[in-house]
């Protein structure tokens, strides 16, 4: 299942959402929830604890000015990819 998140996680119950997470889930941070993939953040550790991919949106990280403090572990998405990403997925949670 994929997984986009556009909540800050200052926001919204990230735990919340982690607990629902398999290894098999990829998550997608878009909007806000690229806050959640800044360098060594307590967020991005609890979701790479569960051993999914992470990614965030290359545009939306670009306009909050993140490109410095995104965490390298963090793929960054164009739009197409993240069609792709959809695609792939057959079943879609956004929180």
Not at 73 to 92: G, I, W
Request: glycine share 4%; charged share 15%; net charge negative.
């Amino acid at each position: 299942m994929l997984y986009t998140i556009a909540s800050s996680p200052f926001n919204c119950d990230l735990a919340a959402i982690v607990s629902l997470l398999t290894p098999e889930d990829e998550v997608l941070l878009i909007q806000d929830g690229v806050l959640a993939a800044t360098n060594a953040g307590y967020y991005l550790a609890m979701l790479q604890e569960k051993g999914v991919n992470i990614f965030a949106l290359k545009d939306d990280v670009e306009a909050r000015g993140l490109q410095t403090v995104l965490s390298t572990d963090v793929p960054q998405l164009t739009y197409q990819q993240f069609v792709l990403l959809t695609v792939k997925h057959s079943q879609h949670f956004a929180w």
